[in-house]
């Protein structure tokens, strides 16, 4: 039985975090559809789903086996490892240090791209624009399925946080459907930076319990640890934001 | 073998994208871990060395590649 005070924070986690790669996978998808039609998109999209499936029945099982406070201990650090990168970039983008993600100059450079790829390896452009279909959705899709373990597999909420996952991927295809092109409007750098807050503060909260922390409040310790992490991201943004506008003074 | 490559560099990209960062996340949750396991101090204080370690990695790591990119 979980409590919506740890439920809510991993299933908008997962949803959020889902949104950003779903939406990076769909721009590719896009591209190889639009170039060679629907069937190499679909078939390279559906392969590469079930490789993430395949990993997601063969990690479950593991998962069960392993010490729950050293899953704990685990997850929290490769979420550390994670979600703070994630905020550090986002922040960076925020401050202008990074450029911004632009979904519609990587939806041309992969036409593109995949258009010269077939000219010099000479090989049938469906199977090349398949590849490529598999490739983007699997390694996007290898973020959003380590996200959905680590915000779930602590608290068994795997189930509640895949929702959030599956949710973001029907939301995203059903804007593609309609829209018909790159989704450049979603607020990608927000989104990121708002999975970056409570990436790292359940990363902090998990390695905690790992380390046998009793944090205060119990599960209501993460609302806190986000919005700490909200206000680092802000003032590490801003920081960077200075020094750039010192050297062009 | 170029899908393999790619996955690995994904994954390796995932966790150690900042080789730096990564190193001083591990040191934070290292000295947390040595507080409380090591030293004996009360398992909260290693807590908040955690949470304020990670907080200032944050926006240390962010100032510095701000002041790196406008120096450059």
């Given at each position: 039985?979980?409590?919506?005070?740890?439920?809510?924070?991993?299933?908008?986690?997962?949803?959020?975090?889902?949104?950003?790669?779903?939406v990076?996978?769909f721009?590719?998808?896009?591209?190889?559809?639009?170039?060679?039609?629907?069937?190499?998109?679909?078939?390279?999209?559906?392969?590469?789903?079930?490789?993430?499936?395949?990993?997601?029945?063969?990690?479950?099982?593991?998962?069960?086996?392993?010490?729950?406070?050293?899953?704990?201990?685990?997850?929290?650090?490769?979420?550390?490892?994670?979600?703070?990168?994630?905020?550090?970039?986002?922040?960076?983008?925020?401050?202008?240090?990074?450029?911004?993600?632009?979904e519609?100059?990587?939806?041309?450079?992969?036409?593109?791209?995949?258009?010269?790829?077939?000219?010099?390896?000479?090989?049938?452009?469906?199977?090349?624009?398949?590849?490529?279909?598999?490739?983007?959705?699997?390694?996007?899709?290898?973020?959003?399925?380590?996200?959905?373990?680590?915000?779930?597999?602590?608290?068994?909420?795997?189930?509640?946080?895949?929702?959030?996952?599956?949710?973001?991927?029907?939301?995203v295809?059903?804007a593609g459907?309609?829209v018909?092109?790159p989704l450049s409007r979603v607020?990608?750098?927000?989104?990121?930076?708002?999975?970056?807050?409570?990436?790292?503060?359940?990363?902090?909260?998990?390695?905690?319990?790992?380390?046998?922390?009793?944090?205060?409040?119990?599960?209501?310790?993460?609302?806190?640890?986000?919005?700490?992490?909200?206000?680092?991201?802000?003032?590490?943004?801003?920081?960077?934001?200075?020094?750039?506008?010192?050297?062009?003074? | 073998?170029?899908?393999?490559?790619?996955?690995?560099?994904?994954?390796?990209?995932?966790?150690?994208?900042?080789?730096?960062?990564?190193?001083?996340?591990?040191?934070?949750?290292?000295?947390?871990?040595?507080?409380?396991?090591?030293?004996?101090?009360?398992?909260?204080?290693?807590?908040?060395?955690?949470?304020?370690?990670?907080?200032?990695?944050?926006?240390?790591?962010?100032?510095?590649?701000?002041?790196?990119?406008?120096?450059?």
């Amino acid at each position: 039985m979980f409590t919506w005070s740890t439920a809510a924070p991993a299933i908008s986690a997962a949803f959020l975090a889902s949104l950003v790669e779903v939406v990076e996978a769909f721009t590719i998808v896009l591209a190889v559809a639009t170039l060679r039609g629907w069937r190499p998109a679909a078939l390279g999209t559906a392969g590469a789903l079930a490789v993430l499936g395949a990993i997601v029945l063969a990690l479950g099982p593991l998962l069960d086996r392993v010490p729950l406070q050293l899953l704990q201990l685990v997850i929290g650090i490769l979420l550390l490892l994670f979600g703070i990168g994630w905020l550090r970039k986002a922040a960076l983008r925020a401050a202008g240090v990074v450029p911004l993600h632009d979904e519609d100059a990587i939806f041309a450079a992969e036409t593109v791209h995949l258009g010269e790829e077939a000219r010099r390896r000479r090989t049938s452009l469906d199977w090349i624009a398949g590849i490529a279909a598999f490739k983007a959705v699997l390694l996007e899709g290898l973020e959003v399925v380590f996200i959905v373990i680590a915000v779930g597999a602590g608290r068994g909420l795997l189930g509640a946080a895949s929702l959030g996952a599956l949710a973001a991927c029907a939301l995203v295809l059903v804007a593609g459907a309609i829209v018909h092109r790159p989704l450049s409007r979603v607020p990608e750098n927000t989104l990121k930076f708002g999975v970056g807050v409570m990436l790292s503060a359940f990363g902090v909260f998990w390695t905690g319990e790992g380390l046998g922390i009793e944090w205060p409040g119990h599960d209501l310790a993460l609302f806190l640890f986000a919005a700490l992490f909200l206000a680092a991201g802000l003032l590490g943004s801003a920081l960077a934001r200075r020094a750039i506008t010192e050297v062009a003074q | 073998m170029t899908i393999l490559k790619d996955v690995l560099a994904e994954l390796v990209g995932m966790f150690l994208g900042d080789a730096r960062l990564a190193a001083a996340i591990l040191i934070v949750v290292a000295l947390s871990a040595a507080l409380i396991d090591v030293a004996g101090v009360e398992p909260l204080i290693g807590g908040g060395v955690l949470l304020v370690g990670c907080l200032s990695l944050v926006v240390e790591s962010a100032r510095r590649s701000g002041r790196r990119a406008a120096g450059s």
